[in-house]
């Protein structure tokens, strides 16, 4: 199987900031990496899907880039509603997908 | 408006058996890949199972595989999860989820029902 690790596990920002988010696959995965956005008691919203296509409807401070084995999501001015937590996902092997084990980014 | 709603969880005894079904509207059903992805309590996301549009082609995770089947009525816009053989580890929020065409990510999600393996 191929794993995802993320890193870091949680990280504390503030409302303006600029994060970013990095997701590594085990293997090279190409351009088959996606992002989820979850907050508590609720399902995981699709934020970008193959490394850096914006999912309709998410707004464009949100950006995802990489290939290969290295991915990262970047939130170029933090708002008060992204507080959350961010998974990434591997669509290389699909349909056996597997998801990184998430970033929770919380308030400063 | 695009949803689906999954329905059927509860308590259940280790090595009883659940059937969970999840409802889509607003979308051709019968277009789209599915999916059943789960999370434990406090844990992260794991995928469960896949079924092609038509339903001829089934895909499960090794942890359910042989007691969980998986299944789908296009005729009436619903996907369905047989669980049986359960266990404690089976304990967690089971999502239906739509696949994005063309692009293998998940982009529809129902809201969730909640199954707890428990004597």
């Known amino acids: 199987d191929i794993q995802m690790t993320q890193s870091p596990s949680s990280l504390s920002a503030s409302v303006g900031d600029r994060v970013t988010i990095t997701c590594r696959a085990s293997q090279s995965i190409s351009s088959y990496l996606n992002w989820y956005q979850q907050k508590p008691g609720k399902a995981p919203k699709l934020l970008i899907y193959?490394?850096?296509s914006l999912q309709s409807g998410v707004p464009s401070r949100f950006s995802g880039s990489g290939s290969g084995t290295d991915f990262t999501l970047t939130i170029s001015s933090l708002q008060p509603e992204d507080f959350a937590t961010y998974y990434c996902q591997q669509s290389y092997s699909t349909p056996r997908i597997t998801f990184g084990q998430g970033t929770r980014l919380e308030i400063k | 408006e695009v949803q689906l709603v999954e329905s059927g969880g509860g308590l259940v005894q280790p090595g009883g058996s659940l059937r969970l079904s999840c409802a889509a509207s607003g979308f051709t059903f019968s277009s789209y890949e599915m999916n059943w992805v789960r999370q434990a309590p406090g844990k992260g996301l794991e995928w469960v199972s896949y079924i092609s549009s038509s339903g001829s082609t089934i895909y499960y995770a090794d942890s359910v595989k042989g007691r969980f089947t998986i299944s789908r009525d296009n005729a009436k816009n619903s996907l369905y999860l047989q669980m049986n053989s359960l266990r404690a580890e089976d304990t967690a929020v089971y999502y239906c989820a739509r696949t994005l065409v063309g692009a293998t990510a998940l982009d529809i999600w129902g809201q969730g029902t909640m199954v707890t393996v428990s004597s």
């Open positions: 193959a490394a850096s």
